[in-house]
T-cell receptor
């Protein structure tokens, strides 16, 4: 079936530390993955994406890792800041039909 | 213009009312989406339009009626809603199916 899930519902880190948010997916046909950040009262904000022909992609302070063998996706945030506090969703895109399925989300809390 | 604009931001309607949610983008995107999000939950896909044609309907009740008048606009017509339909309704667009989707800030709907 199609499902995208996250291992931890909440994550609390100290300001300046690195954060790692994990995600598992089950659909082998998925070829594209996106991480979104959603702050309270706002819509999801695109952070970074990765296609299935890649293992790693880096952005500004963020890195996404894809392990297709175990169907696992992670988002690493370097030097986490209070402004990073939000709910983070991974989303799985199955190209045929453009269906974007969201995981359950992880709430990241950054302690000053 | 890199925004997806949704109006209104907040809407309160009675169960016998008819109302419409509006979404607009001027990025030249050819795919547009409606999602529903309940508190503390991930966005759930409702409808996908591709090149102004309905591509996906996720078995949404007929009291929700989408419309895509042109490539920049997406409407969601509401009629005879139930209190459990109260949620944040998110619109998104992407260049094409399988491309990154960008979200608006949502319409907070309350059905009384």
């Amino acid at each position: 079936g199609e499902s995208v899930g996250l291992h931890l519902p909440t994550l609390s880190v100290q300001e300046g530390d690195n954060s790692i948010i994990n995600c598992a997916y089950s659909n082998s046909a998925s070829d594209y993955f996106i991480w979104y950040k959603q702050e309270s009262g706002k819509g999801p904000q695109f952070i970074i994406d990765i296609r299935s022909n890649m293992d790693k992609r880096q952005g500004q302070r963020v890195t996404v890792l894809l392990n297709k063998t175990v169907k696992h996706l992670s988002l690493q945030i370097a030097a986490t800041q209070p402004g990073d506090s939000a709910v983070y969703f991974c989303a799985e895109n199955i190209h045929q039909g453009g269906k974007l399925i969201f995981g359950q989300g992880t709430e990241l809390s950054v302690k000053p | 213009d890199t925004e997806v604009t949704q109006t209104p931001k907040h809407l309160v309607m009675g169960m016998t009312n008819k109302k419409s949610l509006k979404c607009e983008q001027h990025m030249g995107h050819r795919a547009m989406y409606w999602y529903k999000q309940k508190a503390k939950k991930p966005p759930e896909l409702m409808f996908v339009y591709s090149y102004e044609k309905l591509s996906i309907n996720e078995s949404v009740p007929s009291r929700f009626s989408p419309e895509c008048p042109n490539s920049s606009l997406l409407n969601l017509h509401l009629h005879a809603l139930q209190p459990e339909d109260s949620a944040l309704y998110l619109c998104a667009s992407s260049q094409d199916l399988g491309a990154p989707a960008f979200f608006g800030q949502g319409t907070r709907l309350t059905v009384v």
